[in-house]
T-cell receptor, first 114, second 114 residues
Framework: DAGITQSPRHKVTETGTPVTLRCHQTENHRYMYWYRQDPGHGLRLIHYSYGVKDTDKGEVSDGYSVSRSKTEDFLLTLESATSSQTSVYFC?????????????FGPGTRLTVL | AQSVSQHNHHVILSEAASLELGCNYSYGGTVNLFWYVQYPGQHLQLLLKYFSGDPLVKGIKGFEAEFIKSKFSFNLRKPSVQWSDTAEYFCAVRGSSNTGKLIFGQGTTLQVKP
């Protein structure tokens, strides 16, 4: 399972509060990603990181920020949670193999914003 | 912009029926192609991938997919489904110049009746 853990696994919060989700990996992968999964949309990329302190935006980055101060941890912060951010959030790493890179996913965090 | 389309949103089959799930993408260059499966309540797992070479790719659990470049398609097939194949299936594409970012289709929910 590529050694990826996410915490918390479930969270209920209120509109306007900040929320931080953590992704932790144990295999020293350089690339890490945050996606959100919503019915009818598949997975959409929020932010990604290509190294410590190196991050970039994905297609749905508004309202989210990320940080990566260590190789093993990639944090996703909702600065002021809104109901539209109720979703399941998946972290992924990219593993290099012959021919190309393959992404493997963590167990997910189900976030409910009331 | 890249996009991925999965035409079947919800498929219902009886056990032992054959399966084909459609996936079409729009991207003009070299692509890497993936199928992921998500069993109820679980995270995404890689079924199979195509980087180059033989366009017929075999994956886990008896699944295969065929890359047809002229049709921009990467359809998933299984000759005989089982009840345990009930899950959501996602097609994903990465353009060769796209720094690892995956674009996902909307997903297809497969329900297999025993």
């Amino acid at each position: 399972d590529a050694g990826i853990t996410q915490s918390p696994r479930h969270k209920v919060t209120e509109t306007g509060t900040p929320v931080t989700l953590r992704c932790h990996q144990t295999e020293n992968h350089r690339y890490m990603y945050w996606y959100r999964q919503d019915p009818g949309h598949g997975l959409r990329l929020i932010h990604y990181s290509y190294g410590v302190k190196d991050t970039d935006k994905g297609e749905v980055s508004d309202g989210y920020s990320v940080s990566r101060s260590k190789t093993e941890d990639f944090l996703l912060t909702l600065e002021s949670a809104t109901s539209s951010q109720t979703s399941v959030y998946f972290c992924a790493i990219s593993e290099r193999a012959s021919g190309g890179d393959t992404q493997y996913f963590g167990p997910g965090t189900r976030l409910t914003v009331l | 912009a890249q996009s991925v389309s999965q035409h079947n949103h919800h498929v219902i089959l009886s056990e032992a029926a054959s399966l084909e799930l459609g996936c079409n993408y729009s991207y003009g260059g070299t692509v890497n192609l993936f199928w992921y499966v998500q069993y109820p309540g679980q995270h995404l797992q890689l079924l199979l991938k195509y980087f180059s070479g033989d366009p017929l790719v075999k994956g886990i659990k008896g699944f295969e997919a065929e890359f047809i470049k002229s049709k921009f398609s990467f359809n998933l097939r299984k000759p005989s489904v089982q009840w345990s194949d009930t899950a959501e299936y996602f097609c994903a594409v990465r353009g060769s110049s796209n720094t690892g970012k995956l674009i996902f289709g909307q997903g297809t929910t497969l329900q297999v009746k025993p």
